[in-house]
């Protein structure tokens, strides 16, 4: 039946570090995939997670199905962590979800279902699974500016205009809240007040990706984007990931938050996402909503969790400042300072796919074609091979 299927191209980036695992050099680097690392390399569990767990083996009585949107307790906390003040419980539809593809998945569905000619619009550059999600679903996607010409900053003025041109009421307007996924480049506060005003007056819904909440600047200050919304829209979703702040990848623990002009609309909206989601994947696991839950439910846990999200976030911005500087050191004529004002893991380096494949090939470093480099696997003892590598890749 299958002899004349063709093989789908590798992903992108997993397809590197398949490659990265088989490179037999010992100073190789990996930079391309998108998980957290500590000062040694590794993706550390989190002492909150483990501490957590062990009450969790201790107090746990079944392992029965969960609801089909998820644990109850975990529902609360995520949707007060997420829309906190700005947002009344009863307005939001929450549903747990198996990571944040998972949320942007079961939106995609409910979207295609209900709002079939919806378009989906998408920076450019995205998270390269933002299309697919969307498109796999049955919806079309559009994408709108984002980065400048220079792949330094943010082109608002670009973004803004063709939103107010081509934005039709109906449509859905993707943003990242936080540290954007390729670019590390976000809008600012007073920007996102015009994106969240210009979305409302073109009658567009924005859907936010919400997944590296607390690797910005901090808990509060990720949500600013949340904050200008809920401001000028009655309607917005959200699609929360716990992979990268809890460190829970393989857990796989998300959330879709739906919010609603009131508590009758957001239970009827609960009530066809259910629909969606018992078709696709019944329920979602309970382990990572369950730690979750255990660590923002629990005062000593919680503060605990703070600590080592702050620890996490601290890193990435020290490597990202030592980078800079010892790119700086290593007298290459290409100032990199422009990463400071980037946030969370990513950054666009700059480097072209020339560069990038030189540097795999002759150096054992591995960055994506884009030039995207994650931060987060920089360390102290691989700083210098890599600034050296990089500084001798823009020369040659
Ligand atoms: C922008 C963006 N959205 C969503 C996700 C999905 O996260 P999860 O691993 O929780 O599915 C990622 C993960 O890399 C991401 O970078």
């Known amino acids: ?13 997993l397809g590197l570090t398949d490659t990265f695992v088989q490179d037999p050099r010992s100073d190789k680097i990996n930079l391309t995939i998108g998980v957290y690392r500590d000062e040694s390399g590794l993706t550390p569990i989190l002492k909150s997670v483990k501490q957590a767990e062990e009450r969790l083996l201790s107090s746990e009585k079944s392992k029965g199905y969960l609801g089909i949107d998820g644990l109850p307790e975990f529902r609360k906390l995520a949707g007060e962590l997420t829309l906190g003040e700005w947002v009344e419980p009863e307005r939001a539809a929450v549903c747990q979800t198996p990571g944040g593809t998972g949320a942007l998945r079961v939106a995609a569905d409910f979207l295609a279902k209900q709002t079939p000619h919806a378009r989906v619009w998408c920076s450019t550059p995205t998270w390269p699974n933002h299309n697919s999600i969307f498109e796999s679903a049955g919806l079309e996607t559009k994408a709108y500016p984002y980065l400048s010409d220079d792949r330094k900053s943010l082109d608002f003025a670009a973004m803004f205009e063709l939103l107010e041109r081509e934005g039709r009421a109906g449509d859905v307007l993707l943003l990242h809240a936080c540290c954007h996924n390729p670019t590390g ?28 909440h607390g690797f910005g600047d901090g808990l509060d200050e990720d949500r600013r984007a949340i904050a200008e919304i809920s401001k000028h829209h009655a309607e917005f979703f959200v699609c929360s990931s716990y992979s ?52 923002l439910g629990d005062a000593e846990l919680r503060e605990q969790w703070l600590v080592e999200l702050a620890q996490m976030r601290g890193r990435i911005h020290s490597m990202r400042t030592q980078f800079v500087e010892a790119m700086k050191q290593s007298g290459c004529a290409v100032d990199f300072s422009f990463l400071l004002g980037q946030r969370g893991m990513f950054s666009y380096s700059g480097l072209t796919p020339m560069q990038v494949d030189w540097l795999r090939t002759q150096k054992g470093i591995y960055i994506v074609g884009s030039g995207r480099i994650n931060v987060a696997g920089i360390t102290t003892s691989n700083m210098a091979t890599l600034t050296n590598a990089i500084a001798e890749a823009l020369r040659t």
């Open 1 to 13: 039946m299958f002899e004349t299927l063709a093989a789908a191209p590798p992903d992108p980036i």
């Open 185 to 212: 480049i976000d809008p600012t506060t007073e920007q996102w007040s015009e994106l969240a005003e210009l979305a409302g007056q073109r009658g567009m819904l924005p859907l936010i990706d919400f997944a590296y």
């Open 244 to 295: 990268k702040n809890f460190g829970l990848y393989s857990e796989r623990v998300g959330a879709l938050l739906a919010v609603c002009p009131d508590h009758t609309i957001a239970q009827r909206l609960a009530s066809n996402i259910k629909v969606s989601v018992r078709s696709n994947y019944s329920n979602p696991p309970r382990h990572g909503g369950a730690i979750v839950a255990e660590i």
